[in-house]
């Protein structure tokens, strides 16, 4: 499985890239591969605070409906367009094309309580 550096993780399998005061998120490669393919993700509203941990949209794929949860707390700001028309980016393209949303981040503090690329691949290994 895919694990990009520079990243922080859930074990629930989300990511969250952070670039000064914002952020992204979305769901890791491993998340997506047990999915399978993505048909819907429904726009988190622009706006929300969300918490740490807190349900912040949910998705669906042709074998399961799952909540996508906030890897740090927020305001969301904005979403990926691109995903209303084309869910399927989540599949391919994860970490890049695939984003979900986009937060303005309360506390960036909070990722101490989350995996870096290197915890998180090894929490991976003992999945397998």
């Known amino acids: 499985m895919n694990v990009t550096e520079g990243y922080f993780y859930t074990k629930e399998h989300e990511w969250v890239k952070i670039d000064g005061k914002k952020a992204k998120i979305g769901i890791t490669d491993y998340a997506q591969h047990k999915l399978g393919d993505i048909t819907f993700c429904e726009p988190p509203e622009k706006g929300f605070n969300v918490k740490q ?7 669906e794929s042709v074998k399961a409906a799952s909540d996508i949860y ?15 028309d084309n869910p399927g ?13 986009e937060l303005e981040i309360s506390d960036a503090s ?9 915890a998180y691949k090894k ?4 999945l397998e």
Do not use: H, M, Q, R
């Not at 941990?53 to 998705?59: E, K, L, S």
């Open 53 to 59: 941990f807190g349900v912040i949209t949910g998705i």
């Open 70 to 84: 906030s890897p740090v707390s927020g305001k969301v700001i904005g979403f990926n367009g691109e995903l209303e």
């Open 89 to 101: 980016l989540i599949n391919s393209s994860p970490f890049e094309k695939g984003w979900i949303a």
């Open 110 to 118: 909070e990722t101490k309580n989350l995996l870096d690329a290197a």
């Open 123 to 126: 929490y991976l290994e003992g």
